[in-house]
């Protein structure tokens, strides 16, 4: 059983910044793919990054592609989600997610692990 805890969170102008962080309770290093979601009001749940066991192969949504960054530390079981040039689009409860295994999945179904979400608002 994987346990993720969401941080980070906030309310920021559009074109500002925010770093999300996701502390796994097991060693996730070599064994699960970790990844963010978000969820906006009245929508469904939707992919945003994946990164690999190793941090060797990372996925990006079209939507943050060059804006949003992801990257794990295996060493303190966490994963972080880098946000820049935010947009009032971004805002949405993202969620960090947790697959075992070595392949990607886009549908939020595919990950059994999940945090309880950190709530982000980007003013315009």
């Known amino acids: 059983q994987v346990q993720l805890v969401e941080s980070g969170g906030g309310l920021v102008q559009a074109g500002g910044s925010l770093r999300l962080s996701c502390i796994a309770s097991v060693r996730t290093s070599r064994t699960y793919v970790m990844g963010w979601f978000r969820q906006a009001p009245g929508k469904e749940r939707e992919f945003v990054a994946t990164i690999s066991r190793s941090g060797g192969s990372i996925n990006y949504a079209d939507s943050v592609k060059g804006r949003f960054t992801i990257a794990r530390d295996n060493a303190k079981n966490t994963v972080y989600l880098q946000m820049n040039s935010l947009k009032p689009e971004d805002t949405a409860v993202y969620y960090c997610?947790?697959?075992?295994?070595?392949?990607?999945?886009?549908?939020?179904?595919?990950?059994?692990?999940w945090g309880q979400g950190t709530q982000v608002t980007v003013s315009s």
């Open positions: 997610a947790a697959l075992y295994g070595s392949t990607w999945y886009v549908d939020p179904q595919a990950y059994p692990y």
